[in-house]
T-cell receptor, first 112, second 114 residues
Framework: QKEVEQNSGPLSVPEGAIASLNCTYS??????FFWYRQYSGKSPELIMF????GDKEDGRFTAQLNKASQYVSLLIRDSQPSDSATYLC????????????FGRGTSLIVHP | GAVVSQHPSRVICKSGTSVKIECRSL??????MFWYRQFPKQSLMLMAT?????????EQGVEKDKFLINHASLTLSTLTVTSAHPEDSSFYIC??????????FGPGTRLTVT
């Protein structure tokens, strides 16, 4: 079983819509959760991190964490074509480690 | 956010030669840096943790004698791919952060071994 699972997509949404990206993880002891955006041919850039159950909002982005169900999601409001990229979910290993394990990423396409 | 640089951005080398990739933290000091490899349409795979002033910690399955890591200062880590082969062609990315829980990636180095 993969440690961090993401639907590879592509997820296609119209401009202005809400894009919902999901991620599940297997290690119940994980404490830190991250979302990265990666454009084709580029390295990932950190969008958000979340540690506590519930929602965390930053501009158009909202991260949602549910540790009981072992999933973390990313909502992108008012999606723009420039949001088209691969979104990587990362989960730190349990035991207080800061070493992340990455999912394979979900490809998002925002069409005008 | 913090800035991490890598050099070179692209490198083409012949099979059997060695290639050195540098990772620098530009506006902070990093006692730990991470090296990743990413094949096309695949996830980031952690290769090793680079520790300033001590030996790197390699992930299972990564040959430490093939991928030499040196973290000689608080702002520089180097990855040397020794005796490179075509199967080593990949996108190599480092990460570092002012805090361990907040990592920023370098722009990556695309290695092509012919």
């Amino acid at each position: 079983q993969k440690e961090v699972e993401q639907n590879s997509g592509p997820l296609s949404v119209p401009e202005g819509a809400i894009a919902s990206l999901n991620c599940t993880y297997s290690d119940r002891g994980s404490q830190s959760f991250f979302w990265y955006r990666q454009y084709s041919g580029k390295s990932p850039e950190l969008i958000m991190f979340i540690y506590s159950n519930g929602d965390k909002e930053d501009g158009r982005f909202t991260a949602q964490l549910n540790k009981a169900s072992q999933y973390v999601s990313l909502l992108i409001r008012d999606s723009q074509p420039s949001d088209s990229a691969t979104y990587l979910c990362a989960v730190n290993r349990a035991g207080g480690s800061y070493i992340p394990t990455f999912g394979r990423g979900t490809s998002l396409i925002v069409h005008p | 956010g913090a800035v991490v640089s890598q050099h070179p951005s692209r490198v083409i080398c012949k099979s059997g030669t060695s290639v050195k990739i540098e990772c620098r933290s530009l506006d902070f000091q990093a006692t730990t840096m991470f090296w990743y490899r990413q094949f096309p349409k695949q996830s980031l795979m952690l290769m090793a943790t680079s520790n300033e002033g001590s030996k790197a910690t390699y992930e299972q399955g990564v040959e430490k004698d093939k991928f030499l890591i040196n973290h000689a200062s608080l702002t520089l880590s180097t990855l040397t791919v020794t005796s490179a082969h075509p199967e080593d062609s990949s996108f190599y990315i480092c990460s570092a952060g002012p805090e361990s829980y907040e990592q920023y990636f370098g722009p990556g180095t695309r290695l092509t071994v012919t």
